[in-house]
């Protein structure tokens, strides 16, 4: 089957990299596969062969995106370079995975135009909510307990106001409903979360991961040594570092925790925001955690992020946004790490609470709190969890079995033609 995958950006990480290593594992199998993706930095647009995949990199211009509300819903450029390489490729199936910065939900026709069946992959919440959904936030809901995650003109309105666009949403369902064949979620979560928003039904088709081996030993013991770790205490918490992501309810827990395990540490994986890391360490400072116990390394890839988490006894993930999926917890679990998540969201799709890890409401820090110490105390407990972690990881979000379900897709589409 000849596909062209398409993604607003082209990377190895976050949903770029799920979307490449889905075209890399579909032309493995023997599929014609191109892949549509942007850039914005002139004299950078080029056509190339990586993974087997064929990648044309248009450039788009770029703007603030401030006005992305806007922008998303019609950028010519992302629908010309949509339509233009339909037209060069031929495919059976355009796969799209996310559109909402620079190609815009108007090439979703220029794809079906092309004759192509179109599937909409839906990594995060971006078709509801301007930015990242947290309107559903509630200290009283627990693990189990039925969520609401219905955004509204009113609630948008004042939370984003001046970037605010009350047609936008209107304006993606429609798209939607008009000209895509299939609309795909990373959870059921985010399933769930698109119903009760007037999109879908969606199908469910969790990111995979290929095993990945273990860090080298040596590359472990100098990043040990790199981040003076020796002898502490690690906990983990890493993507993208910013308030949305709980890391200043992680730090109300953690000052609570490190009474009862003096020699813990917070490691910091990723980038944060501008001036966030700063306010971390001052409230670390002011709740008698230490700004001191604030180890961040940057963005980590490959060997280096593996490292990472084999310095960890447990990852921590407690976004307070609406999380899609939640790749740390995945990764963590592939390294055989308990995880304590967030409950809102895709991460109650991956961590089985009690087996793989917990999850947990952020906003109630004593409980938070609570998760940790336990791993923290109970190494035996940690090594159960971290093992069954792995075992779903491998079994539950393999590549292999995120593949099988895209060509199931795929071999529907072509039948109902």
């Known amino acids: 089957m000849r596909v062209l995958v398409a993604n607003d950006l082209h990377g190895r990480s976050s949903a770029a990299g799920v979307a490449v290593r889905m075209a890399e594992g579909l032309a493995a199998r023997g ?17 190339f062969e990586e993974g087997g995949v064929d990648v044309h990199l ?3 211009p770029a703007y603030n995106l401030r006005w992305r509300a806007w922008r998303s819903l019609d950028n010519p450029a992302g629908t010309e370079a949509v339509r233009r390489t339909v037209e060069a490729v031929r495919p059976d199936v355009v796969h799209v995975h996310n559109l ?3 190609l815009g939900y108007a090439s979703l026709a220029a794809a079906r135009a092309g004759g192509a069946k179109t599937v909409l992959h839906v990594h995060d919440i971006m078709p509801v909510c301007h930015q990242k959904l947290f309107c559903h936030l509630d200290e009283r809901i627990s693990p189990g307990d ?26 993606i369902r429609r798209a939607i409903e008009r000209d895509v064949d299939r609309l795909v979620a990373v959870s059921d979560e985010m399933g769930a979360a698109l119903l009760q928003n007037g999109i879908g039904p969606a199908t469910t088709i969790a990111n995979g991961m290929p095993p990945r081996p273990e860090a080298d030993p040596e590359v472990t013991a100098a990043l040990r040594e790199r981040l003076g770790l020796a002898g502490r205490r690690v906990v983990l918490y890493g993507g993208r570092i910013d308030r949305l992501k709980g890391g200043l309810e992680l730090l109300e827990a953690l000052a609570s925790v490190v009474r009862e395990v003096p020699d813990l540490v917070l490691l910091l994986v990723g980038d944060a925001l501008p001036g966030f890391f700063e306010e971390m360490a001052a409230l670390a400072g002011r709740n008698g955690l230490g700004a001191e116990r604030l ?17 960890a006894e447990v990852v921590v993930s407690p976004s307070l946004c609406f999380e899609s999926f939640g790749l740390v917890n995945l990764e963590a679990m592939e390294a055989a790490r308990p995880v304590v998540a967030s409950l809102w969201g895709g991460p109650s799709d991956v961590v089985v609470d009690g087996e793989t890890g917990f999850l947990v409401n952020p906003l109630q820090t004593a409980v938070l709190a609570d998760r940790i110490r336990r791993l923290l105390q ?32 795929y071999a529907d589409l072509a039948g109902s033609r």
Do not use: S
């Open 100 to 102: 909402h910065i620079h």
């Open 58 to 60: 248009v450039e788009t």
């Open 31 to 47: 599929h014609e596969v191109a892949f549509l993706a942007t850039t914005q930095r002139p004299g950078t647009a080029r056509r």
């Open 378 to 409: 109970d190494p035996a407990l940690a090594g159960r969890m971290g093992e069954a972690g792995r075992v779903r990881a491998r079994t539950v979000f393999g590549l292999e079995r995120q593949l099988d379900a895209v060509e199931a897709l």
């Open 146 to 171: 039925p969520v609401r995650y219905r955004a509204g003109p009113l609630k948008c309105a004042v939370c984003v106001r001046g970037r605010f666009n009350p047609l936008r949403n209107g304006r």
């Open 295 to 311: 180890v961040r390394t940057g963005w980590l890839t490959g060997e280096q992020l593996r490292a990472a988490y084999e310095l």
